[in-house]
């Protein structure tokens, strides 16, 4: 009788076990496509990804850049201020979109030029996204605009 229990709870282990392990690649499985890495451009120029990989490049929309094509296509360039990326973009620009202002393109690097699927710009006059603001305040050209619109004028 003792046996027949130890066995029993051995068998349920070792199918719980199973199941988890199961359960844990099916979801890996169908997160493969959703799962896209941030970079910023100098990480994109240092270490290319592959035509097929899918991320996220941020930074900011680069003064001097922004060529609105025939039709709906776009092109600009990404920089962290320390390198910079050319992006194009087919379809309709965020409202807050713009020169000198942070963005986060997902899409893919195909020859040298950063083809985007989606764009998103900030929401407010001081919103930047947290893995833009990481690489600024790591390249130390950062300046929160809220500290910066407090400060007091004239230096002193």
Not at 3 to 32: C, D, E, H, N, P
Request: aromatic share 6%; hydrophobic share 40%.
């Amino acid at each position: 009788m003792k046996g027949l229990r130890k066995r029993r709870r051995i068998q349920i282990v070792v199918l719980a076990a199973a199941s988890l392990a199961l359960s844990a690649g099916l979801i890996g499985y169908a997160m493969r496509d959703g799962i896209n890495f941030f970079r910023t451009p100098t990480q994109v120029l240092e270490n290319p990804p592959g035509p097929d990989e899918t991320f996220r490049l941020g930074g900011l929309v680069e003064h001097g850049s922004l060529i609105r094509g025939q039709g709906e296509t776009v092109t600009f360039r990404v920089t962290d201020t320390n390198a910079s990326v050319p992006v194009a973009y087919t379809g309709i620009l965020p409202d807050l979109f713009g020169e000198g202002e942070g963005t986060v393109a997902t899409g893919r690097l195909v020859g040298g030029v950063f083809e985007a699927r989606e764009v998103l710009a900030r929401h407010d006059e001081t919103y930047m996204p947290k893995e833009v603001i990481d690489a600024l305040k790591e390249r130390g050209v950062y300046k929160d605009p809220r500290t910066a619109a407090n400060a007091p004028a004239g230096g002193s």
